[in-house]
Structures are given as structure tokens and as C-alpha cells.
């Protein structure tokens, strides 16, 4: 059965550090940093103060004044990063092919927001007063569903809800669908909003950076010391490459493949032979057909925590064998720090800045060499670069290990 | 209930259904239908209601609601309960 | 021509309201014994109602180690004692799904009962206390990775949190894994616990019934909430041929369909659109279909939305199709809803006897369909349909058939 080819052919971005493509891919060149003091909660109860937060998103300008009064933080982010995406693809979303076009949201840990808010009035109000269209925003798929109801998407509308590789796990998902041909375009986005409640529990599990050792978001370098937790919303119109050329679609790269194993240790640790994510890594490149001497940038899962970046510093290596010191290795996650389920999909995004541009993103805030992650960081500045097949991973404690493979489109 | 002007109410009640219809106030006229005229849908028929009962605590039956057609008809139903 | 493999159901476990293990709960259910009972997992006092579809008697000791269970939510220690029953069921020894090849899916509506715990200890007395395992335990993504994790699973992990469709969406995916990436087992299905925020939320929506579920019966009042897990073991034929396991029913595909009209009110035109999308997958006509075990959440509004849907999408032929809802007797069950009616078609068809609606007493000329009231029916059932719909637009209906080499 010959497999479908499937594209990117338009992105759509609401990041800590830029909003809309050009804003981002120019924050990432210029190795911008979105982490900053948080604004949207109070800080004084915790140690930790700081996040990647979207502090310059305003969802009225690109959603519109009215009808956002009962959508919470994460379901405007994405909404907007739907619209953005739907208009640089120049999509036509008309009756004829409504039916023909899907969604798939990663999205986790942002309901439990909304969860707390409609406890929390039921515990003020009364059970009996609360306001009942706070209800459909306590399901993780209510942000999904608001994307279909707004540009009118019918085939199909799902919500992947698996933390760190949810976006990746929702582009597998959304790959498979256009391959069985349930829809020639899907859209495919990923977002997180931030709000107390995720950064109380992850303080609470010291698991953010600024409780053990410095609060910097700094992949690979030896201070490293956890997370510093972020927002973001990012979206792609995926779509099955002949209908993409037959209305004359740009197109931004091919996905190749994308590839999701479980790895069963222990809730909450790291396996620290990292089986899964070498199982995904390897799956990925076999799935797609491409040698491991063909990629020629990854852009890593790497968020500033002790293990994740030594597993996989490692597994990198092994699968790359002595070219592995040649491969640049970006951590973006230093400048926008960890956005869970929107991180693999800002990932996406940042990989087609780099193969439109031919340029390798920087990791910041690299100072104290590692000799466990002592890989080509592309340290402090971006640089230029060929870019032609790009690997992404997204992998955190608990078990999910996901990589996908992007590269540039070459007809025939 | 403490005696509050039931004017004032009525002021309290269209500044909050504006709020949630989205629509200036003054476009909001006591007779205006909320689904026939102002298009608005099951949900946010709902969430007047509910916003109504929050705010003076009152249970307004389910067999009511559809009656709330317009302002008037809130304001009627707040009268006698108030 | 189609080199992918069929895939069959081979194991089912239950854990519901009416009963713990396949032939309890099927037992049960051909008897029409409702689950329904008061409530006593929280305070009710200021509702109309007072009853739901509870599982009193589910005690995870005996499907966890014991020492695992304190670190697992009740949505998790339903889905991983369904997983037990479903693997026992087939067959299976545990260790035989504890690779690359076995994936894991699971769909829900309110993910883990922990987080309700913890969002609750935190309105009433701040963050000071807030228990660190609860915190591991909040998030969903922990539901379909409690179960992976349990098994030792090593191939996909996915937790869809589609709601009232959920289950469907990850029995319909297992199939395309199956079919489509090499997967040699799939353990696919749903779980949820009994929600306060989905009890205040239905009621605040004024679509709960005080006291029974009355599916397409002209004076049903609304849905109960219920809570369960459903899981199946999905595999190749030739391998369930090969290790001569019993064969439930083969899986032909399923529709998914998206209204993009309503966060909560259901459109007829969407919901047809996933039946049709199912039957065309499947590769059937509409005259091919026996019987079909329906969302019927016993709301006025999805009830009548999906008997006109049904009838639209099957004509005359909808004449000659029962229609039945086992929500009348478990209530609904949220994310674990389509999975366990994806079980009772899988019983249906083996065992040629379709479940009864139960508490139907008055006809509603909105809803002329058949919705087998009050006993179960014997009849061959070659292909059944299982519906699921969820707010937001999520439609899903899964294709079953009698197995057939």
C-alpha cells in the first residue's frame, strides 16, 4: 500500500516569546528568551517566580470582542494559534471540504483550571448557583470543540491527553488519519495556559527550577536543576501533499513520520535506560525510510531537567553513533521554557523556521559544560546551517517517548 | 429581602443580561425577544437564569424558564419572588 | 486486494454498577437490572437528584497488588482491574502484552478522581496540605499510563479525552493500530469515577432526571450519572485464530463526525454523518445493519436527535432495527460509556440476545424507533452499530460483526 505523503502548509504560534510566526522564529534567531516574572498569579506563597509566559496575548485581536467571555486562557491561545495557522496555509474552509478536514488538540493539564474555578464557585455560590456554561470547560476536548465550532471543522475533532508528547501523539494521530484518508487536511495544535494551580503542584513535586539550585531554564548545562514551567499555543495545517499541490499550497516540509512508545518504569521517574525514547528515535527514522546520517539537526526535548537531558544526550548518541557529536542539537525549551502538551508542537514550528530559513536555533543559558550532555548545543547564538531533515523528540517521567521526523519537501 | 428599590433591580439585572449577550445596554430594551430578536442559543439562556438566581438567590423552576423571553418577563418573575 | 489484518475481540472486562466481570455484568444486563441506587460518594443535599449509577462494590485489592493501590485514583483502579478481567478473559497471560507491540488506550471524560480531591482540599483550606502523591496521581495522562505501566505495555500510549465518546475513540484507533502500525494487541477502552463537578454540571444544565433514566420514552426527564470501566482485548485473527482464543466479534472500522455547531446541544445532521462515515468505512450498505446499542442518554434532546438521525441515515430498513440503551440501567458512565455498549454488541452478537431499555412506558412519536423496552430480545445479530456522542461534536460509531472466517 503506497504510503500518503503529508505536509505542512501553514503554522500558526502564541509563544512566550513571540506571537505569530515571524515574531517567534525572529525571538528564537535572536535567542530571545519568554521566561520572565509571572504576571497572571500572585508568586508570594512560592520560592519559584518566574515562567514562560504569554504576557503580550490578547485574544480579542485575533478572535474578536465578543464570545470569549466563557473560554478560558488556554482555549483563546489555541483558538487564536487555529486562526493564525488556518490563514498562513490560505486553506479555503468552504461547505465542500469542511467534511474533509479534521482536528486533533494535545492539550492536558490546562482544564484543571477550569476544574478549580467551577469547584470553587460551587464552594462560594452555592452548588446550586453555579454558572452552568462553566461546565463544558471542565472536559479536556471543550478547547478541541471550540475550533471546530469557530472555522467549521467537521470530519472529525479529537483531544490527545498524554502531558509531555501530547502534541507529538496528536500529529501521529492526525498523520494516520489523512494516511486511511478520513480527511486530506488536519489541524493539529497543542497548548497549555498557565495558571496556579499547575505551577502550586509542580512546586510541590520540586519539580520546578529555583528550589534546588538556580531558577534558569538551561538544557544541558551542568546547573541544571528542573523545569521553569511555560504557556504557549501552537497550531499546523497538516494536509496529504497531492491536495496541497493541487491547489498550490506553499509548502513548508513533509512529515515524515512520527513515532509514540510507552516506557513502563515508575509514575513520575525516569527510566535511565531511556528504552522508549530509542525506541522512538529508531522507530522514527525506520518508519520514514531515513538513514540516521540524513538528519542533520534534532531539536531536542531537552528542558533543564538533571535526567532528561543526560537520557537524552545519550540516546542520541546511540542512535547517531560517532556523527552524533556532528548533529546541532537546539534546546528551545531554554527560551520558552516547558509547555507540556504544546511543547512538541511548538518544536514543529520552530523546525520549519529552520528549514525555511536554513538556520539553527540557539540554547541559552549555556555556561557550565556538562561532560553528560556535551553534544553541539548550538550554544548562545544561533548560527546558520543546512538544514534538510529535522528530528523532534518529546519525552518527560512517566512513560511517554515520542519523535518525529520533518524535512524539506522535494517533489517526486 | 432587604428593600432595595426594585428600579434599581431592574438596573442590576439589564446591566448583567447586557453583559452577558454582549450587546451595549442600551440596545437592550425591556420588550426585545433574547432568542427571536437577539439570536442567542439554550446556553446562554442558561447562564442568564443562573446569573439571576446567583445573584438574588432564587430558584427560578425549570418549567419558567422558556417563559424568560425578554427582560420584562425577568423582571416580572423577580417581582413576585423578590 | 486488503493485506491489513481483521481484527477481532477477544477478551472483555467490566467493571459496572450491575456487575464486576463479563458474565455478571451481561447476566445482569439481558435481566435489565438497574444500577441505579442512592448516591453516597457526596453530599446531595439541594438537588433534585439523589441517585446515580454507582459501583458500591468494587474493591481494588482485588485486581491490584496492594501496595500499588493507594498510589493509583479510582478511574485508574477501574481501568486496570477492566484491563485484568479483559487480558483473563482472553486468555492471555499478563506477561504476553508487556512489549512494544501491545498498545494501550483509554478514553475518559473527567480523567482522575485525585485531582477532584485535591481541587477540593484546596477551596476549603488553601495549599498548605495538598497531598504530593495526589499531585503525582491529578493529571489524566496518568489514566491510560497507570494501565501501561501495570502491564509493562511498551508500543502506544493514548489517553483521548473525548468524553461521553471516548471509549469509541480508542477502540476505533486500537483497530488502526492493528491494522496499520503492527500492533499485535490492544487493550482499548474507558473509565471514569464518580464526578461532583459532573453531577453539579449536568443538573446546572437541567439535563439530569431526579431518579431514573428513561431512554426515548415520551417523559423522560434526562440522563444519571454513572460510573465504570470497560475494556477490550483487540487483536489479529490469525493470531487469536492460531492460539485458539474465543472470538467475541470482529471490528470492521468505525465513523467519526464533528458537528462544529454547539458545546453541548447535539445536532441530528452531525450525529447521521457518523453512522454514515461508519457504515462507508466498513464498507457496508445501510440494509446490512441488526441492531444498534445507542448513545440514548435518555435526554429529551438526544434522544429525539438521534432517533431522527437513525432514521434518516436507514430509511425503511430503521423499521426492522432494534435500538436499545443500556444507559436506562447503568445511567451514563461518561468516558467508560461507548466502551462497555462496545462489550454488550460484542455479547449481543455472540450470544444472539440484545439488551433491553428498561423503565420505557410511554411511546414518543419523536422517537419511533424500537428501543427493545423492558426485556431483552433474542435475535441474530450479524452487524451491530455502537453509537457515542459528546459535547462539543464528538460523534463516533463503532462497526461490529459476527465473526465469520
Request: hydrophobic share 40%.
Amino acid at each position: 500500500m503506497d504510503k500518503k505523503r503529508i505536509v505542512i502548509t501553514g503554522v500558526g504560534v502564541v509563544a512566550p516569546n513571540g506571537i505569530g510566526k515571524e515574531a517567534f522564529w525572529q525571538a528564537l534567531k535572536e535567542g530571545k528568551s519568554g521566561i520572565k516574572a509571572i504576571t497572571l498569579f500572585d508568586t508570594n506563597p512560592f520560592l519559584t517566580k518566574q515562567a514562560g509566559e504569554c504576557s503580550d496575548f490578547n485574544a480579542a485581536e485575533y478572535l474578536g470582542p465578543k464570545g470569549l467571555r466563557n473560554l478560558d486562557r488556554a482555549t483563546k491561545m489555541v483558538l487564536s494559534a487555529a486562526k493564525l495557522a488556518l490563514e498562513d496555509s490560505g486553506y479555503p474552509l468552504t461547505d465542500e471540504n469542511k467534511d474533509d478536514t479534521g482536528v486533533v488538540t494535545a492539550t492536558t493539564l490546562s482544564v484543571i483550571n477550569n476544574i478549580s474555578e467551577f469547584t470553587k464557585e460551587a464552594q462560594d455560590a452555592g452548588p446550586q448557583f453555579v454558572n452552568p456554561a462553566a461546565f463544558p470547560g471542565t472536559t479536556i476536548n471543550s478547547p478541541s470543540s471550540q475550533i471546530s465550532i469557530r472555522f467549521g471543522i467537521k470530519a472529525f475533532n479529537s483531544t490527545v491527553s498524554t502531558g509531555y508528547t501530547a502534541s507529538l501523539d496528536a500529529l501521529k494521530y492526525a498523520a494516520d488519519f489523512i494516511g486511511l484518508n478520513r480527511a486530506h487536511a488536519v489541524l493539529v495544535a497543542g497548548v497549555e495556559a498557565l495558571f496556579f494551580q499547575s505551577f502550586l503542584g509542580f512546586n510541590k513535586l520540586e519539580f520546578l527550577a529555583g528550589i534546588k539550585g538556580e531558577e534558569i531554564s538551561c538544557p544541558f548545562d551542568k546547573r541544571r536543576n528542573g523545569i521553569i514551567l511555560a504557556e504557549g499555543a501552537g497550531a499546523i495545517l497538516l494536509e496529504d501533499a497531492a491536495v496541497a499541490q493541487k491547489r498550490n499550497a506553499r509548502i513548508y516540509g513533509e512529515l515524515n513520520s512520527v513515532k509514540t512508545f510507552f516506557d513502563p518504569f515508575r509514575t513520575g521517574k525516569y527510566n535511565p535506560k531511556a528504552d522508549g525514547l530509542k525506541r522512538a528515535m529508531q522507530a522514527a527514522l525506520k518508519d520514514a525510510g531515513i538513514e540516521p546520517s540524513s538528519v542533520d539537526y534534532i531539536l531536542a526535548a531537552a528542558n533543564s531537567v538533571v535526567n532528561q537531558d543526560a537520557f537524552e544526550t545519550r540516546v542520541i548518541k546511540e542512535t547517531f553513533g560517532n556523527r552524533a557529536s556532528r548533529i546541532p542539537v537546539s534546546a528551545i525549551k531554554s527560551m520558552i521554557g516547558e509547555s507540556i502538551s504544546a511543547a512538541g508542537i511548538l518544536q514543529i514550528i520552530a523546525g520549519i523556521g529552520a528549514l525555511k530559513h536554513q538556520i539553527l536555533w540557539p540554547t541559552i543559558n549555556y555556561k557550565e559544560k556538562d561532560p553528560q550532555c556535551d553534544l553541539d548545543c548550538v550554544p548562545h547564538k544561533s548560527r546558520k546551517g543546512t538544514v534538510n531533515t529535522i528530528m523532534i523528540n518529546d519525552f518527560g517521567p512517566g512513560g511517554n517517548n515520542a519523535s518525529a521526523l520533518v524535512s524539506r519537501w522535494h517533489n517526486g | 429581602m432587604a428593600p432595595k428599590n426594585f428600579e434599581v433591580i431592574k438596573q442590576e439585572v439589564k446591566k448583567a443580561v447586557a453583559a452577558i449577550i454582549e450587546i451595549p445596554e442600551s440596545k437592550l430594551t425591556d420588550d426585545i425577544k433574547f432568542v427571536e430578536d437577539l439570536g442567542i442559543d439554550s446556553m446562554m439562556a442558561l447562564e442568564i437564569v443562573a446569573s439571576i438566581e446567583k445573584k438574588y438567590k432564587i430558584v427560578i423552576p425549570e418549567e419558567d424558564i422558556p417563559k424568560m423571553r425578554c427582560l420584562r418577563d425577568i423582571y416580572n418573575s423577580l417581582e413576585k419572588k423578590l | 486486494m486488503d493485506k491489513q489484518p481483521r481484527v477481532v475481540v477477544t477478551g472483555i472486562g467490566i467493571v459496572s454498577s450491575i456487575g464486576t466481570g463479563r458474565k455478571p455484568f451481561w447476566k445482569a444486563l439481558t435481566a435489565g437490572t438497574s444500577g441505579i441506587s442512592r448516591i453516597t460518594a457526596f453530599d446531595t443535599t439541594g438537588f433534585k437528584c439523589q441517585f446515580g449509577g454507582e459501583v458500591h462494590d468494587f474493591s481494588p485489592e482485588r485486581f491490584i497488588e496492594k501496595r500499588r493501590v493507594k498510589f493509583l485514583g479510582r478511574a485508574s483502579q477501574l481501568a486496570i482491574a477492566a484491563s485484568s478481567l479483559a487480558i483473563e478473559d482472553a486468555r492471555l497471560a499478563p506477561k504476553s502484552l508487556a512489549h512494544s507491540k501491545t498498545a494501550v488506550l483509554l478514553g475518559t471524560t473527567m480523567g482522575e478522581k485525585p485531582l477532584e480531591d485535591l481541587v477540593q482540599s484546596w477551596v476549603k483550606a488553601g495549599t498548605r496540605d495538598l497531598d504530593r502523591r495526589r499531585i503525582l496521581q491529578a493529571s489524566a495522562n496518568n489514566l491510560s499510563a497507570n494501565v501501561a505501566l501495570y502491564f509493562k505495555t511498551k508500543g502506544q500510549n493514548y489517553l483521548f479525552p473525548t468524553a461521553c465518546a471516548a471509549g469509541n475513540y480508542a477502540i476505533g484507533y486500537g483497530y488502526d493500530l492493528i491494522r496499520n502500525d503492527g500492533i499485535d494487541y490492544v487493550l482499548a477502552g474507558g473509565s471514569d469515577a464518580f464526578f461532583y463537578v459532573a453531577y453539579i454540571g449536568f443538573q446546572r444544565l437541567y439535563a439530569m432526571s431526579p431518579d431514573r433514566c428513561q431512554p426515548f420514552d415520551k417523559n423522560r426527564k434526562g440522563m444519571m450519572l454513572g460510573e465504570g470501566s470497560g475494556m477490550l482485548i483487540l487483536e489479529r485473527l490469525d493470531s487469536a485464530l492460531e492460539r485458539g482464543a474465543d472470538i467475541y466479534a470482529e471490528i470492521l472500522g468505525y465513523g467519526l463526525s464533528c458537528d462544529a455547531f454547539h458545546p453541548t446541544a447535539p445536532d441530528p445532521a452531525g450525529v447521521a454523518k457518523a453512522m454514515k462515515n461508519a457504515l462507508s468505512q466498513a464498507d457496508l450498505a445501510h440494509t446490512d445493519v441488526d441492531f444498534i446499542c445507542s448513545h440514548g442518554t435518555g435526554t429529551p434532546s438526544n434522544d429525539k436527535a438521534e432517533a431522527h438521525a437513525i432514521k434518516s441515515v436507514f430509511k425503511d430498513h430503521a423499521n426492522h432495527i432494534p435500538v436499545n440503551s443500556i444507559k436506562s440501567m447503568l445511567g451514563h458512565c461518561m468516558g467508560a460509556a461507548s466502551a462497555i455498549e462496545a462489550a454488550s454488541c460484542c455479547l449481543a452478537i455472540k450470544d444472539g440476545l440484545i439488551p433491553p431499555t428498561i423503565n420505557y412506558e410511554t411511546p414518543d412519536p419523536e422517537c419511533d424507533i424500537d428501543c427493545v423496552p423492558n426485556t431483552a430480545r433474542r435475535k441474530t445479530v450479524n452487524v451491530a452499530l455502537n453509537n457515542g456522542f459528546a459535547f462539543g461534536g464528538n460523534n463516533s460509531c463503532l462497526v461490529l460483526k459476527k465473526f465469520k472466517k
